[in-house]
Antibody, heavy 121, light 104 residues
Framework: EVQLVESGGGLVKPGGSLRLSCAASGFTFSIYTMNWVRQAPGKGLEWVSSISSSSSYIYYADSVKGRFTISRDNAENSLYLQMNSLRAEDTAVYYC??????????????WGQGTLVTVSS | SSELTQDPAVSVALGQTVRITCQGDSLRNYDASWYQQKPGQAPVLVIYGKNNRDRFSGSSSGNTASLTITGAQAEDEADYYCNSRDSSGKHLGVFGGGTKLTVL
């Protein structure tokens, strides 16, 4: 079964740091681009970051650029998101998602169940 | 970057057909994918591009992509999000604001 399981969320003070992990299983992790997508309470989906299969191409949303770092370990089938200088507006459920690309576009499938990050004093 | 615009809410009578739309400049060049999200759950891919699955079908024209549900069921009540590549085409970094579908 193809599965993504996030972990590492929790309560952190403004200015603090947190590292999220996403464990992948049931597919060849090393050939897929992986992403982090977040959802603030009661809000819509917001793409956060993307990392290509060999980590050659990395992209960030403007809202997290310079504060968050995406990485992966293909030997461990794991995706990470290091979050520094956290702000209240970073409070959200963070999902990892596998990306499939084709000529005309792409899509995310599957998604993990999400991990909640709360930034509050 | 670019933006995708969705109607915040749409309703449909049980068994009827409903179309949920998504507008944005990037859709002139790239297909949209659609995700269903029920309360407390992670998003799930519904369809992408112009594919069909069960009672869900996708289409596009100009800068607008559409998700059509033919014969809506009670279990289709959910939030629906569209997504596409950003204007650079380098990643799937653009989501619509979401449409809450109510099945009456």
């Amino acid at each position: 079964e193809v599965q993504l399981v996030e972990s590492g969320g929790g309560l952190v003070k403004p200015g603090g740091s947190l590292r999220l992990s996403c464990a992948a299983s049931g597919f060849t992790f090393s050939i897929y681009t992986m992403n982090w997508v977040r959802q603030a309470p009661g809000k819509g989906l917001e793409w956060v970051s993307s990392i290509s299969s060999s980590s050659s191409y990395i992209y960030y949303a403007d809202s997290v650029k310079g504060r968050f770092t995406i990485s992966r370990d293909n030997a461990e089938n794991s995706l990470y998101l290091q979050m520094n200088s956290l702000r209240a507006e970073d409070t959200a459920v963070y999902y990892c998602a596998r990306a499939h690309y084709y000529d005309s576009s792409g899509y995310y499938s599957p998604w993990g169940q999400g991990t909640l990050v709360t930034v509050s004093s | 970057s670019s933006e995708l615009t969705q109607d915040p809410a749409v309703s449909v009578a049980l068994g009827q057909t409903v179309r949920i739309t998504c507008q944005g400049d990037s859709l002139r060049n790239y297909d949209a994918s659609w995700y269903q999200q029920k309360p407390g759950q992670a998003p799930v891919l519904v369809i992408y591009g112009k594919n069909n699955r069960d009672r869900f079908s996708g289409s596009s024209s100009g800068n607008t992509a559409s998700l059509t549900i033919t014969g809506a069921q009670a279990e289709d009540e959910a939030d629906y999000y569209c997504n596409s590549r950003d204007s650079s085409g380098k990643h799937l970094g653009v989501f619509g604001g979401g449409t809450k579908l109510t099945v009456l």
